[in-house]
Each structure stands twice: as C-alpha cells, then as structure tokens.
C-alpha cells in the first residue's frame, strides 16, 4: 500500500523531467537560430568595414557543440581591431555569451592568422590588435564555454514532485511514530500526562502502563490543582479552600498534609514525579528531567 503513495510523485518527477528536456531542446534550437543570425551580421559588419558590400556570407556551420564558423563568398581584408568591436558589440547587445574564443583561419593553407579571448575568470587575451590583414579567405570561428546550469524555473519544477515525496515520508514516519506511541499509552486522550503516569480526572483515576490506580475524590481534586500548575508553588490556603472550603467544609491545615501525603503513595512509582513542600508556605507537583 505504501509503495502506491510513491507512484504519483515519481511519474510528476517523470514527467517534470521530460518537460525540462523537451523545453531545453526547444530552447536550444531557439537559441542556436538566434545565435546564427547574429553571426551572419557580424559577418556583415566585417565586410562593410571593408568596402564589400555585394559578396555574400555563407551558411553558419556548427563545427562542434560550442563551437561556430563564419565563412564569405569573396577574399576581403580587416583591421583586428574591428573585429574585435564587432563581436564584443554584437554578443553584447543580443545577451549572448560574453566570454568566448576567436580564431581567424586562412582557407588556403588552415593557418591560424589571429586569434583572442575574452574571459572573466582571466585576463582578457587581446594580442597584434592594429594590424590590418592581407586580403585573403578567411574562416572566422568563435567558441562559446559549454553551458553548465538550466535555468531556475526548471530547478523549481522539479521541487513538486521531490515536495510531494518528502511529504508522504513525514506523514509516514508520523503515523508510524503515532502508532508506536499508542502500543505503550493508553488509547483515551481525555487524561492529563504526569510523568509516566496518565491522569483521568473525570474518573478520579491515574495509570501506570497498564496498572489503575483509583484515587478518592478530595486526591483526584489535589492532583487536578497540581496538574493544572505543574512545577508551581501553591499556597497552602489556596489548596485549603479549593479541596475543601469551596464545598462548606472547614479543615486544619493537617488534613491537607494528610491528603499530599497519600497522594505521594499513589505517585512514587515514578521516581522523577515528587510533591515538594516548601515549609510553612504550600506544595508543587515536579516533574523532573530524565538525566
């Protein structure tokens, strides 16, 4: 019965799961889409700066994961420092990723002819910047780090199913620590817990596991007074009159000594549950900690 409890959360965990990854793939179809189209006006802007304005840039080609190329239809030339603008202008503005890796490839021969780094971890890597290139063919990649996190909605998603299992356990372990407890203390919840004892005050009767003790009328109303004010000092007169005088009865303070007294009897076979008496001023019911 219990393992139907996990069915739920585990197919919202299911199903959490493949929504975080069909999300992701639209996203990074989206993205990548995106990404391309900025790549081609980077490689617009470059030929502009070089006084071409009718040669084509070629399709973006992914060459791995991370990383793109821009290729062009015609030989051009450029000044490094414009690309470097151009590519920290472009990335910057859409809200792509700002640390990346440039390298510029001569088609004919696959020599690396300028590369750079822009990085926040170190310092950015910016060398032979004013130089103006040959004209040439060349091959632009940019390599982007590899994305690391997902994005916070899809982490909160994931929290309902894990909250719904972390709920069953604690309604579990609850009921199992309930259960536990009523194989040791009586089912009735109309007593008061006194130590170890439970007090029936309605039944002027205490318990103590599964032995009764009876108590009188006048000790089940001292011990209700001592429950009710546990760890408290009572005054004499007070218990005088609340026990006996309330009822018309007038009594010498003996009788009360008298009537602590056996009640203590009743209560010494939890050695942590002690009537105290302050001399000359009334009694308290403890209940001391176990050590």
């Not at 030929?47 to 009718?54: E, R, T």
């Not at 218990?239 to 009822?247: A, R, T």
């Amino acid at each position: 019965m219990k393992s139907r409890l996990y069915i739920l959360p585990l197919l919202l965990m299911i199903g959490c799961l493949f929504f975080i990854a069909t999300n992701r793939k639209k996203g990074d179809d989206y993205a990548e889409k995106h990404l391309t189209v900025v790549l081609r006006d980077i490689g617009h802007q470059l030929l502009l700066h070089a006084k071409d304005s009718s040669s084509r840039v070629l399709p973006i080609k992914q060459i791995n994961e991370n990383t793109f190329e821009i290729a062009f239809q015609s030989k051009f030339t450029f000044v490094s420092d414009t690309l470097v603008a151009l590519v920290h202008r472009r990335l910057k503005s859409t809200n792509l990723p700002t640390e990346y890796i440039v390298n510029v490839i001569d088609c004919g021969n696959e020599e690396l002819v300028f590369a750079y780094e822009v990085s926040k971890k170190t310092d950015n890597i910016l060398p032979c910047l004013g130089r103006q290139q040959a004209v040439g063919c060349y091959l632009i990649q940019i390599e982007f780090p590899r994305a690391e996190t997902l994005a916070l909605s899809n982490y909160l998603l994931l929290l309902i199913p894990l909250g719904l299992i972390g709920f069953i356990l604690k309604s579990n372990f609850v009921k199992d620590k309930k259960v536990a407890v009523e194989d040791v203390v009586p089912a009735e919840k109309d007593y008061i817990a006194i130590g170890k004892y439970a007090f029936y005050s309605e039944k002027n009767s205490l318990k103590y596991g599964i032995e009764n003790i009876e108590l009188s009328e006048r000790e089940a109303k001292l011990l209700s007074i001592f429950a009710l004010n546990l760890n408290q000092l009572i005054e004499r007169e007070r218990l005088l009159k609340e026990v006996w005088e309330d009822e018309g009865v007038f009594v010498i303070s003996r009788n009360l000594d008298v009537l602590v007294s056996k009640l203590r009897k009743k209560l010494q076979k939890d050695e942590l549950v002690k009537i105290t008496n302050l001399h000359g001023k009334g009694y308290k019911l403890e209940v001391l900690k176990e050590e």
